[in-house]
């Protein structure tokens, strides 16, 4: 059964100032893990990675939120794998990303391979932080008494594996139903504790909510889904799907950044999401990759999905809990 970690990051985000105007700002980006082929990284990975750059310096960001699917298509071999230099930090070399901590968690083609050296890369890179397969980020934000927790999970472990190009193939359950259940029950107790910060944000690679590809992810929408509800979670950020898309249930935020290093335009699961949760999506092909910026102030959580272009394509504000 995999050990219980938890980390707070208060200190850290305190220091890096917090963006301007009293704020703690943050890029998320998923499916961004180039190809295991020369030249390893893909054009949209590239575009995606100089418009994170200039985003980072314009409006600003504390440090970057890496959704999974971080090695395309079978992850690394080990923590010494050149796909960390050929895909990360010879590709994300903008001087505004160049002292931004990276947060990690890992997606279904990160599990094809060797997740542990991705662990173990973060004790080579101050960039990359990667603490265990969850964690937990306590975030304050400055001239405020406004706090807000980061939970960053691993959907993969929860509801095991699945071939992200499948035709909508769902995960397969997972492979150590006790780890599962650990897993799960962390959770609960992370957003328990979590009860008094303004905002409470839920990370993971596979989606609640989606319209497109893979749609839904069954497993999460019933066991996760109801956490999200109870305990009045800000927004839950994933990837796995590509494209970029906001849905809306119940208070609850559902923001799919998956346009890294590709970009998909199905909607073949339309019919599969709430009736009138979708917000936005955007999975133009010819696009040169997104992202989404999150903005947590005292009043308010807003995120903006940014084409590589630096076009802003929607913006949302959601109110503290």
């Known amino acids: 059964m995999l050990t219980l970690l938890w980390v707070t990051a208060t200190a850290m985000m305190a220091a890096a100032g917090g963006g301007p105007g009293g704020a703690v700002q943050f890029l998320a980006v998923g499916d961004w893990g180039g190809v295991p082929d020369p030249?390893?990284?893909?054009?949209?990975?590239?575009?995606?990675?100089?418009?994170?750059?200039?985003?980072?310096?314009?409006?600003?960001?504390?440090?970057?939120?890496?959704?999974?699917?971080?090695f395309y298509y079978e992850g690394v071999r080990d923590e010494w794998d050149p796909r960390f230099q050929e895909t990360f930090e010879r590709v994300f070399t903008a001087p505004g990303l160049q002292a931004l901590p990276w947060f990690v968690l890992a997606g279904n083609?990160?599990?094809?391979?060797?997740?542990?050296?991705?662990?173990a890369?973060?004790?080579?890179?101050?960039?990359?932080?990667?603490p265990h397969y969850y964690y937990s980020l306590r975030l304050a934000v400055p001239g405020s008494n406004a706090t807000a927790r980061l939970l960053?999970?691993?959907?993969?472990?929860?509801?095991?594996?699945?071939?992200?190009?499948?035709?909508?193939?769902?995960?397969?359950?997972?492979?150590?139903?006790?780890?599962?259940?650990?897993q799960l029950s962390w959770l609960r107790g992370r957003l328990a504790a979590a009860r008094h910060d303004h905002y409470v944000l839920v990370a993971g690679h596979y989606p609640v909510w989606?319209?497109?590809?893979?749609?839904?992810t069954a497993c999460l929408v019933r066991l996760l889904r109801p956490l999200l509800r109870r305990h009045r979670v800000t927004a839950y950020l994933c990837g796995h799907d590509h494209n970029l898309q906001f849905l809306q249930e119940d208070g609850v935020g559902y923001v799919v950044s998956g346009a890294g290093n590709f970009v998909e335009a199905s909607r073949s699961h339309a019919g599969a999401v709430p009736p009138g949760t979708l917000r936005f999506f955007f999975g133009a092909p010819e696009s040169p990759g997104g992202f989404a910026h999150i903005r947590l102030e005292a009043d308010a959580a807003t995120v903006t999905f940014l084409e590589a272009t630096g076009r802003v394509l929607y913006r949302v504000a959601l109110p503290p809990r």
């Open 39 to 70: 030249p390893f990284a893909t054009p949209r990975e590239v575009a995606t990675a100089a418009a994170m750059g200039r985003a980072a310096t314009d409006p600003g960001a504390d440090f970057v939120l890496a959704l999974g699917d971080n």
């Open 152 to 182: 960053l999970l691993d959907t993969v472990l929860l509801c095991g594996g699945t071939d992200d190009f499948g035709a909508g193939m769902p995960p397969r359950g997972p492979v150590d139903a006790d780890a599962a259940a650990a």
């Open 121 to 130: 890369y973060s004790h080579h890179s101050n960039r990359w932080h990667f």
């Open 210 to 216: 989606s319209v497109a590809e893979h749609g839904p």
């Open 109 to 119: 083609h990160d599990h094809a391979g060797n997740v542990t050296a991705q662990l």
